[in-house]
Protein backbone atom coordinates (compact mmCIF):
# COMPACT_ATOMS: atom_id res chain seq x y z
CA UNK A 1 0.00 0.00 0.00
CA UNK A 2 0.89 3.82 -0.77
CA UNK A 3 -1.49 5.68 2.08
CA UNK A 4 -0.13 9.08 2.95
CA UNK A 5 -2.24 10.97 5.38
CA UNK A 6 -2.80 14.29 4.77
CA UNK A 7 -4.35 16.75 7.52
CA UNK A 8 -6.90 19.68 5.76
CA UNK A 9 -6.04 22.74 6.13
CA UNK A 10 -5.52 24.55 9.60
CA UNK A 11 -9.53 25.51 10.99
CA UNK A 12 -11.49 24.44 7.76
CA UNK A 13 -15.14 23.58 9.30
CA UNK A 14 -15.94 20.92 6.46
CA UNK A 15 -18.44 18.39 7.39
CA UNK A 16 -17.04 14.84 5.96
CA UNK A 17 -20.43 14.30 4.56
CA UNK A 18 -20.41 17.00 2.25
CA UNK A 19 -17.40 15.66 0.62
CA UNK A 20 -19.20 13.42 -1.59
CA UNK A 21 -20.10 16.18 -3.57
CA UNK A 22 -16.75 17.99 -4.17
CA UNK A 23 -15.86 16.74 -8.12
CA UNK A 24 -19.52 17.27 -9.40
CA UNK A 25 -20.44 15.92 -12.54
CA UNK A 26 -23.06 17.21 -14.80
CA UNK A 27 -26.38 16.34 -15.22
CA UNK A 28 -27.01 13.77 -18.77
CA UNK A 29 -28.56 16.69 -20.47
CA UNK A 30 -25.19 18.88 -20.35
CA UNK A 31 -22.05 18.78 -22.60
CA UNK A 32 -19.12 16.81 -20.38
CA UNK A 33 -15.65 18.17 -20.47
CA UNK A 34 -13.87 15.55 -22.22
CA UNK A 35 -10.19 16.42 -20.14
CA UNK A 36 -12.42 16.47 -16.53
CA UNK A 37 -15.79 14.89 -17.27
CA UNK A 38 -17.20 18.37 -15.86
CA UNK A 39 -19.86 20.26 -17.41
CA UNK A 40 -18.13 22.53 -20.51
CA UNK A 41 -18.75 26.08 -18.78
CA UNK A 42 -19.58 25.51 -15.21
CA UNK A 43 -21.74 29.06 -14.96
CA UNK A 44 -20.16 32.00 -12.45
CA UNK A 45 -23.83 32.90 -12.38
CA UNK A 46 -26.03 33.69 -8.87
CA UNK A 47 -28.08 30.19 -8.41
CA UNK A 48 -31.72 31.02 -8.24
CA UNK A 49 -32.89 31.26 -4.56
CA UNK A 50 -29.04 31.72 -3.34
CA UNK A 51 -29.04 33.69 0.10
CA UNK A 52 -24.86 33.93 0.36
CA UNK A 53 -22.79 35.27 -2.55
CA UNK A 54 -20.20 33.10 -3.50
CA UNK A 55 -16.19 34.26 -4.58
CA UNK A 56 -16.71 33.60 -8.51
CA UNK A 57 -12.42 34.05 -8.69
CA UNK A 58 -10.51 30.59 -9.78
CA UNK A 59 -7.65 29.23 -8.03
CA UNK A 60 -4.50 28.04 -10.33
CA UNK A 61 -3.21 24.89 -9.27
CA UNK A 62 0.27 23.60 -8.95
CA UNK A 63 -0.49 20.65 -11.76
CA UNK A 64 0.76 21.37 -15.18
CA UNK A 65 -1.66 20.98 -18.13
CA UNK A 66 -1.87 19.03 -21.38
CA UNK A 67 1.30 18.27 -23.07
CA UNK A 68 3.13 21.54 -23.47
CA UNK A 69 4.38 24.15 -21.16
CA UNK A 70 2.08 27.06 -23.06
CA UNK A 71 -1.25 25.49 -22.10
CA UNK A 72 -0.10 26.36 -18.07
CA UNK A 73 -2.00 25.16 -15.28
CA UNK A 74 -4.47 23.55 -14.32
CA UNK A 75 -7.51 26.12 -12.90
CA UNK A 76 -9.86 24.89 -9.61
CA UNK A 77 -13.69 25.65 -9.60
CA UNK A 78 -14.72 28.51 -8.18
CA UNK A 79 -17.25 28.56 -4.90
CA UNK A 80 -19.83 29.64 -7.46
CA UNK A 81 -19.07 27.20 -9.88
CA UNK A 82 -18.90 24.45 -7.42
CA UNK A 83 -22.41 25.24 -6.31
CA UNK A 84 -23.60 25.54 -10.25
CA UNK A 85 -22.26 22.36 -11.03
CA UNK A 86 -23.44 20.62 -7.46
CA UNK A 87 -27.03 21.91 -8.11
CA UNK A 88 -27.20 20.58 -11.96
CA UNK A 89 -26.42 17.70 -10.70
CA UNK A 90 -29.12 17.07 -8.07
CA UNK A 91 -26.33 17.28 -5.22
CA UNK A 92 -27.14 20.38 -3.79
CA UNK A 93 -29.68 19.70 -1.16
CA UNK A 94 -28.31 19.82 2.19
CA UNK A 95 -25.72 21.78 1.68
CA UNK A 96 -25.20 24.49 3.23
CA UNK A 97 -24.00 27.51 1.23
CA UNK A 98 -21.78 29.22 3.71
CA UNK A 99 -20.03 25.59 3.58
CA UNK A 100 -19.09 25.47 -0.01
CA UNK A 101 -16.11 27.90 -0.06
CA UNK A 102 -14.53 25.83 2.39
CA UNK A 103 -15.60 22.69 0.58
CA UNK A 104 -13.81 24.26 -1.95
CA UNK A 105 -10.60 24.39 -0.51
CA UNK A 106 -10.80 21.28 0.97
CA UNK A 107 -11.03 20.18 -2.69
CA UNK A 108 -8.21 21.47 -4.09
CA UNK A 109 -6.07 20.67 -1.04
CA UNK A 110 -6.73 16.90 -1.41
CA UNK A 111 -6.36 17.34 -5.38
CA UNK A 112 -2.20 19.16 -4.53
CA UNK A 113 -1.72 15.77 -2.19
CA UNK A 114 -2.44 13.42 -4.58
CA UNK A 115 -0.39 15.39 -7.94
CA UNK A 116 2.48 15.38 -4.81
CA UNK A 117 2.12 12.02 -4.84
CA UNK A 118 1.99 11.05 -8.21
CA UNK A 119 5.22 13.05 -8.60
CA UNK A 120 7.03 11.10 -6.00
CA UNK A 121 6.15 8.22 -8.09
CA UNK A 122 7.40 9.22 -11.52
CA UNK A 123 10.40 10.54 -9.39
CA UNK A 124 13.07 8.16 -11.57
CA UNK A 125 11.38 8.59 -14.53
CA UNK A 126 11.97 12.70 -13.52
CA UNK A 127 15.31 12.27 -12.97
CA UNK A 128 15.84 10.20 -16.12
CA UNK A 129 14.34 12.70 -18.46
CA UNK A 130 14.73 15.53 -16.96
CA UNK A 131 11.31 16.55 -17.83
CA UNK A 132 8.28 16.75 -15.08
CA UNK A 133 4.98 14.81 -16.19
CA UNK A 134 2.09 16.80 -16.61
CA UNK A 135 -1.83 15.90 -15.99
CA UNK A 136 -3.72 15.38 -19.46
CA UNK A 137 -7.14 14.29 -18.20
CA UNK A 138 -8.95 13.12 -14.65
CA UNK A 139 -12.30 11.97 -14.10
CA UNK A 140 -14.17 11.63 -10.58
CA UNK A 141 -15.49 7.62 -9.99
CA UNK A 142 -17.12 8.26 -6.75
CA UNK A 143 -19.36 5.25 -7.14
CA UNK A 144 -16.95 2.82 -8.41
CA UNK A 145 -14.67 0.99 -5.73
CA UNK A 146 -11.00 0.20 -6.84
CA UNK A 147 -9.96 -3.47 -7.13
CA UNK A 148 -7.80 -2.41 -3.98
CA UNK A 149 -10.49 -0.54 -2.53
CA UNK A 150 -12.96 -3.27 -3.12
CA UNK A 151 -10.09 -6.44 -1.69
CA UNK A 152 -9.42 -4.17 1.39
CA UNK A 153 -13.47 -4.06 2.64
CA UNK A 154 -13.70 -8.07 1.86
CA UNK A 155 -10.78 -8.17 4.00
CA UNK A 156 -12.32 -5.91 6.62
CA UNK A 157 -15.83 -7.83 6.67
CA UNK A 158 -13.11 -10.73 7.24
CA UNK A 159 -10.61 -9.30 9.91
CA UNK A 160 -12.47 -6.15 10.73
CA UNK A 161 -9.85 -5.25 13.71
CA UNK A 162 -6.86 -5.31 11.62
CA UNK A 163 -8.36 -3.64 8.14
CA UNK A 164 -10.38 -0.93 7.33
CA UNK A 165 -14.23 -1.79 6.70
CA UNK A 166 -15.58 1.58 5.59
CA UNK A 167 -15.36 2.50 1.58
CA UNK A 168 -13.40 5.60 0.51
CA UNK A 169 -15.38 8.68 0.11
CA UNK A 170 -14.31 9.44 -3.48
CA UNK A 171 -12.39 7.92 -6.34
CA UNK A 172 -10.29 9.91 -9.00
CA UNK A 173 -8.32 8.74 -12.32
CA UNK A 174 -5.78 11.25 -13.86
CA UNK A 175 -4.33 10.43 -16.76
CA UNK A 176 -0.67 11.51 -16.37
CA UNK A 177 1.82 12.30 -19.42
CA UNK A 178 5.02 10.74 -18.66
CA UNK A 179 7.92 12.32 -20.69
CA UNK A 180 10.08 9.24 -23.22
CA UNK A 181 13.20 12.40 -23.42
CA UNK A 182 13.50 15.31 -24.99
CA UNK A 183 11.43 16.11 -28.18
CA UNK A 184 9.99 12.14 -27.96
CA UNK A 185 6.57 12.85 -27.05
CA UNK A 186 4.98 11.46 -23.76
CA UNK A 187 3.41 7.80 -22.28
CA UNK A 188 0.11 7.97 -20.76
CA UNK A 189 0.00 6.33 -17.40
CA UNK A 190 -3.19 6.44 -15.88
CA UNK A 191 -3.00 6.65 -11.51
CA UNK A 192 -5.57 5.75 -9.48
CA UNK A 193 -6.37 7.69 -6.39
CA UNK A 194 -8.70 6.43 -3.42
CA UNK A 195 -9.78 9.04 -1.05
CA UNK A 196 -10.09 7.95 3.02
CA UNK A 197 -11.58 9.37 5.57
CA UNK A 198 -9.41 9.78 8.72
CA UNK A 199 -9.81 9.90 12.61
CA UNK A 200 -9.76 13.62 13.25
CA UNK A 201 -6.52 15.19 14.56
CA UNK A 202 -6.49 15.00 17.90
CA UNK A 203 -4.70 18.70 18.74
CA UNK A 204 -7.19 20.52 16.42
CA UNK A 205 -10.00 18.91 15.91
CA UNK A 206 -9.97 19.11 12.50
CA UNK A 207 -10.67 16.26 9.69
CA UNK A 208 -8.12 14.39 8.31
CA UNK A 209 -7.63 12.06 5.13
CA UNK A 210 -5.89 9.13 3.62
CA UNK A 211 -5.15 9.21 -0.11
CA UNK A 212 -4.15 6.11 -1.45
CA UNK A 213 -2.17 7.41 -4.85
CA UNK A 214 -0.82 4.69 -7.41
CA UNK A 215 -0.44 3.83 -11.32
CA UNK A 216 -3.27 1.58 -12.25
CA UNK A 217 -2.31 -1.78 -13.35
CA UNK A 218 -2.54 -1.45 -16.89
CA UNK A 219 1.17 -1.81 -17.59
CA UNK A 220 4.15 -4.80 -16.64
CA UNK A 221 6.11 -1.35 -15.75
CA UNK A 222 3.42 0.11 -13.49
CA UNK A 223 3.00 -3.53 -11.88
CA UNK A 224 6.99 -3.83 -11.11
CA UNK A 225 6.43 0.35 -9.65
CA UNK A 226 4.20 -0.73 -7.59
CA UNK A 227 5.56 -3.92 -6.24
CA UNK A 228 9.07 -2.39 -5.84
CA UNK A 229 7.28 0.82 -3.92
CA UNK A 230 5.47 -1.61 -1.57
CA UNK A 231 9.06 -4.13 -0.76
CA UNK A 232 11.35 -1.33 -0.79
CA UNK A 233 9.90 -0.56 2.71
CA UNK A 234 9.77 -4.36 4.16
CA UNK A 235 12.77 -4.50 2.66
CA UNK A 236 14.16 -1.85 4.91
CA UNK A 237 12.51 -3.16 7.79
CA UNK A 238 13.58 -6.61 7.20
CA UNK A 239 17.70 -5.16 7.31
CA UNK A 240 17.25 -3.18 10.21
CA UNK A 241 17.62 -0.04 8.89
CA UNK A 242 16.07 2.96 10.42
CA UNK A 243 13.72 4.20 7.92
CA UNK A 244 10.02 5.51 8.22
CA UNK A 245 7.86 3.21 6.67
CA UNK A 246 4.74 4.95 4.47
CA UNK A 247 1.91 2.28 4.85
Same mark, same amino acid.
Given at each position: ???????????????????????????????????? +?????????????? *??????????????????? &?????????????? +??????? *???????????????????? +??????????????????? *?????? *????????????????????????? +???????????????????? $???????????????? $??? &????????????????????????????????????????????????
Amino acid at each position: MHLVEVSTLEGCPVDHSFLKATCPVTSSNNELNPLN +NMPMGISSEHAPGQ *KIRLPTERTISSIPRGESQ &DQGLWEYPSPQQML +NAMLAKG *KGDGIPEDAVESMVEVHNFL +NEGAWQQILEWEDKYTKET *KIEPRL *KKFTGKPHDLSPKARMYLWLGSVFP +NTFNTTPPFDRHDWTVLRSC $GKNQGWKEVRYIIDYY $GAP &DDEETGMPSFVLDTRPALDSAESLRDRIVTFAKPVWHKAMGDDVVERI
